[in-house]
């Protein structure tokens, strides 16, 4: 019977191109990897930083109106929320999160806006279906708010990152949060508001 020497030669091919496509696998994920992590450690405004006031066009369960970052300080904290793009799947389910816990930012006196690059008309049916007209969205077409929180997204400057923000009514930064998982900015913010309701009452204690 005559060998075939061609199976070790096949064999060593089949094994160099697996080793070359869990090469390439390994790369990919790496550069994965990589990019969340500097999307994540994306600097935002450091605690303590003085927050940018601005007016931008929101609305609140369709119905559109100036929103005023000053005016709305006046009546207590304020959480600052940049996202995406509506109605992407992160960006609903953390619109659903922040509109299950409205009741709880209410009790503590705080205001809720979120801030993105779509059209007022587009924020129209986010606010209804989304939000469910328990709080606002504000439309940022320009970029202008994003880039004065240092809150767009490294890989698509058009788009703003997830990040958000608690200020105090002194218009200061008090707690920062940036992270593209959506499922942490509403427990965070609202553990920040209590830690500043908090602070705020012992100081006006003494």
């Known amino acids: ?18 080793r070359r496509r869990l090469m390439r696998r ?38 559109t109106y100036p929103f005023s970052l000053a005016r709305a300080l006046k009546k207590g904290p304020v959480v600052l929320y940049f ?3 509506a109605f992407t799947p992160g ?22 806006i979120g801030v993105s690059h779509d059209s007022i008309a587009k924020l129209k049916r986010f606010s209804v279906s989304a939000c469910r007209k328990k709080f606002p969205v504000a439309a940022d077409t320009t970029g202008k708010i994003m880039k004065a929180y240092d809150a767009v997204l490294p890989s698509n400057p058009l788009l703003a990152n997830r990040v958000s923000y608690v200020i105090t009514p002194n218009d200061h930064v008090y707690y920062s949060y940036t992270n593209l998982d959506p499922r942490r900015h509403v427990t965070n913010t609202l553990r920040a508001v209590r830690r500043w309701e908090l602070a705020h009452k012992h100081h006006a204690m003494h």
């Open 26 to 63: 390994s790369i990919a994920i790496a550069l994965t990897l990589a990019l969340l992590a500097s999307q994540v450690a994306f600097a935002a405004l450091p605690d303590g930083a003085r927050a940018p006031l601005f007016t931008a066009t929101a609305t609140l369960g369709g119905k």
């Open 91 to 112: 960006c609903t389910l953390e619109a659903h999160l922040f509109a299950d816990a409205m009741p709880k930012f209410k009790a503590l006196g705080a205001t809720v």
């Open 1 to 18: 019977m005559q060998r075939d020497d061609s199976y070790p030669l096949r064999d060593d091919a089949a094994r160099i191109y697996t």
């Open 83 to 85: 996202y995406l793009a």
